[in-house]
């Protein structure tokens, strides 16, 4: 990991200052401090400074040269999911696979148009008795949603030419499972009011909050009820948040109760606030 360039510089004082004949050449005694013996804008000062700056760009160019190879490895590594997950995310609509390669011809594209007929923007994969399922969804106008009919048929021809022998592929590419909760807030009446409204702001925040943090889960991440909470409760104006019940369902009809955490079948959560009831209850100071 590249050093500060403050560091560096007081590494190089320090060899500077511990040099024999460069104390003989000034004058300076062993032991004696570099900043005691030359000014902030002295020509030594600087000079150490440049250099050091060119060692932190070094090292800084090293640690990204490192990082990048790292991350060679790992996505091009044949048989695992995150290589599912990676070619999945590089079909391209419309377009054929050099004969005899899992690659496409893109040396008349641009990278923007490249990434125009990539229309897989999210993609996790999992197996279970040698089947991999690969749940996708693409952007919409309202954020994440399903493939199209004619891009899934394209999609799953592309996985059975560039697939390892032997493995089945089942693609999920369904609407936003969803999300319903029932929350109570015990809120502080000085700070909201009794339909969360932020007296100072006029902010909704316990609603924005819920929809940040549904919205914001990772692809195919796990949703906690704990986390929630977390939350919830850094919200100003909100006392106790409590979680009275948290339910999901794959097609909006038939919920299960989540107890902890859940998954969800499609790969993300829809936020609907039809489906969010939060009561919202003065908190009130227990006295003896």
Known sequence: MARSIKDIQAELKE?????????????????????????GVSLENLLLYIVAAAIYTH???????????????????????????????AFQHGCSLIEGTDQYDNSSLEQDEIEDLQVVKYAAATESQATVY??????????????????????????AEIKDAGVRIDIVNEQASVLRLNIDIHYNPMVMNGNG?????????????????????????????AALIDALQ???????????????????????????????????????PENITINYLPYETVSD
């Open 197 to 225: 409204v932020n007296l100072q702001t006029g902010r909704h925040d316990v609603d924005d909050t819920i929809k940040a943090y549904i919205e914001n889960l990772p692809f195919n991440g796990e949703y906690r009820n």
């Open 134 to 159: 690969l749940k996708v969804a693409t952007d919409g106008s309202n954020g994440k949603e399903p493939l199209s009919a004619e891009d899934v048929a394209g999609l799953k021809e592309y996985m």
């Open 59 to 89: 090292e800084v160019l090293f640690d990204t040269h490192t990082k990048d190879v790292e991350e060679y490895i790992a996505n091009m590594k044949p048989h695992s999911l995150r290589w599912y997950v990676n070619k999945a995310k």
């Open 234 to 272: 850094k919200v100003d104006g909100v006392v106790i948040p409590e979680l009275t019940g948290a339910y999901q369902s794959y097609d909006g009809e038939n919920f299960t109760r989540i107890d902890a955490m859940a998954q969800p079948y499609s790969g993300y959560y829809a936020y609907d």
């Open 15 to 39: 060899s500077f200052m511990a040099d024999a004949q460069l104390q003989q050449v000034y004058g300076f005694a062993p032991g004696t401090k570099f900043d005691n013996q030359f000014r």
